[in-house]
């Protein structure tokens, strides 16, 4: 038996608890394959799932709604878990009876999923959702099928594109409102056609006969619609409305395809009034969820795309994500997975997509379950709207939690300036700007120790150097700020040309800070210095590019081809990708 002593609910489950739950929580990570520590290369680090996910100290995370996870705490084969279990099996089944003709093939893949299906029953501890990746994935493999489900989805966007064409349509689409509500200005009474129409657009994304039958509904039916369920789209104008001047970054979640023709209306409506938008789609099959690639073989879907601007590197860098942003209002991504939405599975584009939009908005039942029905707090602000199983249109608004701070680009580009402005003083008044780079996270649990080596050194070198204005990166550095947000503002600073000495880290510099502390060197720290560190590894490379640019830039340290023995900084991280970091 499992005894979980005094947790009721999955709000209590973290770490720590008691050595049973902590052996039951890493037995459901690695059994539904999350653990990082085993499966490095498919799972988030923790520090990427922060750049989603709000997590406290030793806080658990399940990529499951709440109620999935309390079945899955039970100690027996729950009715409602078993009728979850149940609906997988038979959505295999009817996959396999559509697309595998060859009756071997398809009893070898019953049989080997079959036997999958026993083991998780008998220890039912697997998320349905991963059980259907698994079956799916069995199906995939040992089929030899890359994509049963293209045609159902080119079919599904092609009536919703010839609904769109009809009469009826675009009388929906292009009817005036009868009444506007007592305007100030035409800024105003323009914000409310806006709005409007989002409303309605988010209306009929929500219609399945639109895409299942081709049947587009009555102007009357859609503005009943946005009548009568005016509190929702309240909701929408308070969002949208708190500042009509702002641009948002959206990361938009899309739901099956067909719908997804009527989602572009929504991603127009939200481009066209000066918002930007990541669409983050599918890796590869998930039944009629869209898919990355589905716009090279569907030309209603490649006309609709015309002005997307694709994103196939799952691992884009913060620079090139931004840089991307810049130059283009409306980007299409992929978000690592073949299944349900899962943040651990999720691609490091995605997660950096994430993080630096403002607002995510999921569509649909499934998007719904995973970010509204869970305890779990997220680092932006959800927008869900789907349809209940009534066909009553629902849309569901939750906030970050108020502690939660977003480094937006211009918040780290202000911080650049600052220090800039620092710099661009004290050369004015004819000190020598020096920048010292250091190790500082690439020592796993040494962090604290790291930012004392460095101050103390530091104020060494300013006691015995006159006139020289020494930037040290530990000084400036912000609460809540990852690597990502601090190698990106440091490299503002760095190309600004304003660097007369840039001097890194030596053993002979770790060696000094510890004899001023009144310490011997640890073994951690022996041997070490500035050629250890992925972060000051990136720095050089800077360093020598800005020296092509100002060959009166001197760089002191260690010789420059002992750095490059070290990877990119891990994903979130302050050392290298490679090392298991604190």
Known sequence: ?????????????????????????????TENGLEYGVDPQKNASPEQLRFMVVLGEEEFYSPCSDRMLGLLLNNWLDPELTSEYVSKWKTLVLLLRENVPDRETRRRILGL?????????????????????????????LSGQVDPYRERRQEANERAFRALKTERMERVLGECPETLPACESISSMRFELDMLELARLMSLSTRQ??????????????????????SCFKELRDLFGSDQNRELRILFLPDTSGGLILDLLVIRALVRQGHKVIMAVKEGFHFLSPAF??????????????????????????????????????????????????????????????????LVMAKGDSHRRRLLDTHTSFTRDILCYRRDDDGVFRLDYRPKPEHVHKFSESSLAAMARSIISEMRGAKERGKTVMFYSAVIGSIPGQTKIALEVLDTFVDYLRRRLDNVYIINPGEHFVEGMDADDLMYMWEMVQRSGLID??????VEDIEKSFELMGRKVPPFWTGKDATYSTGCTKEMQIALDMQKRHPEMQIIGPSPDKFFRRREYGVGKFCDSAIDCE
């Open 1 to 29: 038996m499992r005894d979980f002593t005094n947790v009721t609910s999955p709000e209590r489950l973290h770490f720590g608890h008691s050595p049973g739950l902590d052996a039951w929580l890493l037995h459901f990570t």
């Open 113 to 141: 999923c079959r036997h999958k299906y026993r083991m998780v029953k008998a220890s039912p501890i697997i998320i349905p959702s991963r059980l259907m990746k698994r079956f799916v994935t069995m199906f995939l493999t």
């Open 209 to 230: 006969a639109i895409w299942r039958d081709g049947e587009a509904p009555s102007p009357d039916e859609v503005r009943r619609e946005v009548t009568q369920e005016r």
């Open 293 to 358: 690639w589905d716009w090279d073989q569907d030309p209603v879907l490649a006309g609709q795309l015309r002005q997307a601007r694709f994103l196939p590197e799952p691992r884009m860098s913060k620079n090139e994500l931004l840089a991307e942003l810049r130059a283009h209002s409306f980007l299409v991504i992929s978000d690592g997975t073949r299944e349900e939405l899962n943040l651990y599975r999720t691609s490091v584009t995605f997660a950096r997509a994430w993080k630096e939009c403002d």
């Open 501 to 506: 000495v840039w001097r890194f880290q030596t």
